[in-house]
């Protein structure tokens, strides 16, 4: 398995604003992913966070509004930028240890936007 | 595209009850996962079942796998209130090792 921690737990921020998440796991991982969850809605993949190279991103996700990083095998960034109401979720980052069959999830990260 | 349907969508039940959520997908794939979620809080991961004919228990859920039939089920025995929770299936897609998520079953367990 995997420990996650995710940073800020929660925050509420103004409308036009950006806010960076903060994903660390206790282990080397190739494989890290970010999923939003909307109110009351199942897990969207907004993308893979690769190491050493631009982030994949899921059909109707876009690089400039949800910038990536990933430095090295145990940690990631996703940012929120020019926020809006909608953008209002829990996101998750989430990982699947190598010779794991399954992904393990982060505690999340709740966002209002104001 | 990988397509993963969840039934009920929303459950209410009886303590001591037994009950079944179905899980469809449709195209091949080779692993299937169930998870819950408590109000505000994370994913737990439940079950990773990998072959047909998979069959996991523990305390009182029970998954199953029929990939010949794309189905999983998710059964609840006598059920308790402490199961109130919402389940999710997902799925491998095995065209890019992506899991695409159901849209969860919200199961209530009145005491």
């Known amino acids: 398995s995997a420990v996650i921690s995710q940073k800020p737990s929660r925050d509420i921020c103004q409308r036009g604003t950006s806010l960076t998440i903060q994903c660390q796991v206790d282990?080397?991982?190739?494989?890290m992913f970010w999923y939003r969850q909307q109110p009351g809605q199942s897990l969207t993949l907004i993308a893979t966070a690769n190491q050493g190279s631009e982030a994949t991103y899921e059909s109707g996700f876009v690089i400039d509004k949800f910038p990536i990083s990933r430095p090295n095998l145990t940690f990631s960034t996703l940012t929120v930028s020019n926020m809006s109401p909608e953008d209002s979720s829990i996101y998750l980052c989430?990982?699947?240890?190598?010779?794991?069959?399954?992904?393990?999830f982060g505690p999340g990260t709740r966002l209002t936007v104001l | 595209e990988l397509k993963v349907e969840q039934n009920p969508l929303f459950l209410s039940m009886q303590e001591g009850k037994n009950y079944t959520i179905y899980c469809n997908y449709s195209t091949t794939s080779d692993r299937l996962y169930w998870y819950r979620q408590d109000p505000g809080k994370s994913l737990e991961s439940l079950f990773v079942?990998?072959?047909?004919?998979a069959v996991k228990q523990e305390g009182r859920l029970m998954a199953s796998l029929d990939t010949k039939a794309r189905l999983s089920t998710l059964h609840i025995t006598a059920a308790v209130h402490d199961l109130s929770a919402t389940y999710f299936c997902?799925?491998?897609?095995?065209?890019?090792?992506?899991?695409?998520f159901g849209k969860g079953t919200r199961l209530h367990i009145l005491p």
């Open positions: 282990s080397q991982v190739t494989m």
């Open positions: 079942l990998l072959s047909n004919g």
């Open positions: 989430s990982v699947e240890p190598a010779g794991n069959n399954e992904q393990f």
């Open positions: 997902a799925v491998d897609n095995p065209r890019d090792d992506k899991i695409i």
